[in-house]
């Protein structure tokens, strides 16, 4: 990931970011953490200014929607959030922490294709 300028956040399906999630309500996964970048590259291409994540936790719920990120340089065991997908402005990006493997992004796709019915 590089700034392009000072809001332009380039990014690749599979990137694991540091994003700051902002407030949220409920379940909702909130403050500064680390996310999978989930849309296609072709949407990173022409939408430059958001990306469509979901957050990591470090806690094992042990739900099957819940997929264990390999790739990435995040310390510790992770799994990403499925059912917590969200569109955030890329300007909440802060850095990398690598990359995701191939399986992870897409099981986590699989998860998204099922919980919209696609």
Known sequence: MSRVDDRVVALAPG???WAELGETSG??????????????????????????VVPITSVDRGWPNHVAVTGSSLRGASWAMSEQMRTIARERIARTAGRADAATLASVRRWLRDFLDL
């Open 15 to 17: 990137d694991v970011v």
């Open 27 to 52: 379940r909702e996964q909130s403050g500064r953490r680390p996310a999978l970048v989930v849309s296609g590259a072709d949407y990173l291409d022409v939408v430059t200014r958001l990306a469509m």
